[in-house]
């Protein structure tokens, strides 16, 4: 279980430090907007290949194959350690492409 944030005399939890605050919103700014973009790009790849005739199983796979080369490229150019991924977030991520895949290609723009 997670440690809990001390609470004050009232018995509600202490905020969090105001510069730790503003951390954390800069942080889930910048991470809305990069999901934000990423799924425009996709909707973009998933129309433009679907308007070419592209098959969803065939968008799909190439679209793994991308995410594939992004991964190895983030172990080899990231935090140097080769996996780039420590936690999951691209098998995360990666996964949520591939669903927005399947609603985009169905979309009748």
């Known amino acids: 279980m ?3 944030m001390s609470k004050t005399d009232d018995g509600l ?25 990423l799924r425009k790009a996709v909707l973009l790849h998933v129309s433009s290949e679907r308007n070419r005739g592209v098959a969803l199983s065939q968008i799909k796979l190439d679209l793994q194959e991308i995410i594939s080369r992004v991964k190895d490229g983030a172990g080899k150019n990231g935090n140097g350690d080769g996996d780039g991924d420590g936690d999951g977030e ?3 991520v990666s996964a949520e492409m591939i669903k927005w895949t399947d609603g985009l290609y169905k979309r009748s723009d």
């Open 2 to 4: 997670a440690p809990q």
């Open 13 to 37: 939890p202490n905020p969090l430090p105001e510069e730790l605050d503003r951390a954390l919103r800069r942080a889930t700014d910048r991470t809305i907007s990069a999901l934000t973009a």
């Open 90 to 92: 691209h098998e995360t």
